[in-house]
């Protein structure tokens, strides 16, 4: 007869598999590809040897490292103001809506169930030359010549990115307001404290884990971002991750992009690790 | 602010159903012809089914597999349980780029195909995140004396885990399912690195987005898909949040 512990086997390992097979191992090839020398698409049957070329070709390379670098910021600027903007959205769900609390969370997340391609191509179409905001502003007279620079470069990436997070941005820090407790609230009323005082210095703070995390949630996808600067982000807007992608594609040098994401895993996780210092991360565990 | 979020996507909704096939103001004509050339496009369509099948099996395995994970970790004091919760959550700090590359990669040095399994398996991979945090909130909130109960009573313990907690866990394993399946069917980044010749949906749409003549098909096809994972949506969201 099969007892408890006996039991957790056929519970634990198969997860422990399948992550180790279709994630571990992937992500550690990675690594011991990017140290392979080929410039091309690699045979697999040629023997491993170990190089940095591929290292010191990406570290010689300016415009690599200044996509990174500006990849980064975009994605910087784009979790902070998802997560700044979401706030209020999250405030109001948690403080204001009351019984109609779950009506506004329904209404949060159907734009985050609507396809992610279809809210890009809203603001590529939006955005355009021939597209509404510069049609609508032609037509009440605002401007007569289209505005080129709305789309195909970093600020329509920046911009369309932002929207498409704000929903998912507002989920984790709508948690830890509801988590809140009501009577710290009433306590600091109750020693004098204003509604601007008790927001910064009560709510906020307690807040601070949730905003943390939506942060960092709307951050590692983006910094990552290919799909929406080849859509709205023409070469201005080209960021890290399409050179990646590059790498797999016209230019094929598999070992190089390997090193080049390599480069992008180590500085994530890097900086999760800061952002695990700053939240308790055994909390949100338990 | 929630004004914000919706007018983009009310706009492109108009959009599909007016005769412009660029998005100018003042829109003129209704039309259901992107609709209707939509759902006679036999590519768009086998897409679209790719997309489903692969949901639906990436949304199967990451629920049961993250169904493993909750019950171990919640269940049980054993070495490598943080490890385990950790490796399940893992996924989620990896950028997408990094890990469809790596599956490429993984693929290719196996000499296996590019294809919908391909791209199914890496679904999994993100979707048991979500998977596991659902699961685990509600085996959490499960209370433990119901397992000893049923053991008391002279029940094996697989006998109660399928007896006694599946059955209550039910409407957060749907929930949980719904969850994957969307986060698959909508995914799009990893996909393409492993789309060989069938694609997904996105992966289809992405490719065919810059023939600027097929973007009012494609948006009503898209528009319909919509309906659909916000459905679904829905449902996983009452599921998820009913209470014994």
């Given amino acids: 007869m099969l007892g408890r512990r006996g039991a957790l086997r056929f519970l634990a390992l198969p997860p422990y598999v399948w992550l180790a097979v279709f994630f571990l191992v992937p992500l550690l090839l990675i690594v011991a590809i990017s140290f392979r020398p080929e410039t091309g698409p ?3 049957d040629d023997p491993w040897t170990f190089t940095i070329a591929q290292y010191e070709r990406i570290l010689e390379t300016p415009a690599y490292l200044r996509r990174l670098g500006m990849s980064v910021a975009m994605a910087l600027v784009i979790a902070t103001a998802a997560t700044v903007l979401a706030y209020p959205i999250a405030y109001f769900l948690a403080f204001r809506a009351r019984e109609r609390a779950v009506v506004f969370l329904i209404l949060l997340l159907i734009p985050f169930a609507v396809s992610y391609l279809l809210r890009v191509m809203a603001w590529r179409l939006m955005l355009g030359g021939e597209g509404a905001i510069n049609s609508l502003l032609d037509w009440l007279g605002v401007i007569s010549a289209p505005i080129d620079l709305l789309i195909y470069s970093p600020v329509a990436v920046v911009v369309t990115l932002i929207y498409v997070w704000i929903p998912f941005a507002a989920l984790p820090v709508y948690a830890a307001l509801q988590r809140i407790e009501r009577g710290h609230l009433e306590a600091a009323a109750d020693l004098g404290a204003g509604p601007w005082t008790r927001f910064w210095q009560v709510t906020v703070p307690l807040s601070l884990p949730g905003a943390v995390a939506a942060f960092f949630m709307v951050f590692i996808p983006t910094v990552g971002e290919y799909v929406t600067p080849s859509l709205v982000g023409g070469t201005e807007g080209y960021m890290y991750g399409n050179i990646i992608q590059d790498f797999f594609s016209q ?19 890097a900086l999760v690790a800061v952002a695990l210092r700053l939240i308790d991360v055994r909390r949100l565990a338990s | 602010m929630l004004l ?15 005769t412009n ?10 039309t259901l012809d992107w609709y209707r050339e939509g759902f006679g496009d036999s ?43 950790a490796l399940a959550g893992l996924p989620l700090i990896v950028p997408f780029v990094v890990l469809g590359v790596s599956l490429f990669l993984l693929f290719n040095l196996a000499d296996l195909p590019r294809s919908l399994f391909a791209i199914a398996a890496g679904h999994t991979v993100i979707a ?22 049923a053991m008391d009573l002279g029940a094996t313990y697989p006998i109660t885990l399928r007896r006694v907690v599946l059955p209550v866990m039910v409407p957060t394993i749907i929930s949980a399912w719904l969850t994957c399946f969307i986060v698959s069917f909508d995914e799009v980044a990893i996909a393409l690195f492993l789309a060989g010749g069938d694609p997904t949906f996105p992966v289809f749409l992405y490719g065919q987005l810059r023939f600027a003549q097929r973007l009012p098909v494609l948006i009503a096809m898209a528009v319909t898909l919509t309906v659909l994972t916000v459905t679904l949506t829905l449902i996983a969201f009452r599921l998820g949040r009913r209470k014994e």
């Fill in chain 1, 42 to 44: 690699i045979d697999f």
């Fill in chain 1, 251 to 269: 230019a094929a040098s598999w070992a190089t992009g390997a090193a080049l994401a390599v480069i992008m895993l180590v500085l994530t996780l």
């Fill in chain 2, 4 to 18: 914000f979020l919706y007018f983009p996507i009310a706009l492109l909704f108009l959009f599909s159903f007016s």
């Fill in chain 2, 21 to 30: 096939t660029v998005l100018t103001f003042p829109l003129r004509g209704f």
């Fill in chain 2, 43 to 85: 590519a768009l369509l086998e897409a679209a089914r790719n997309s489903v099948v692969v949901g639906i099996g990436a949304a199967s395995v990451a629920t049961a597999l993250g169904l493993g994970v909750s019950i171990a970790v919640s269940r049980f004091r054993f070495r490598g349980r943080l490890g385990l919760i």
């Fill in chain 2, 128 to 149: 048991l995140p979500f998977a596991t945090l659902i699961l685990l909130a509600r085996m959490g909130g499960l209370d433990p004396a119901l397992e000893d109960a």
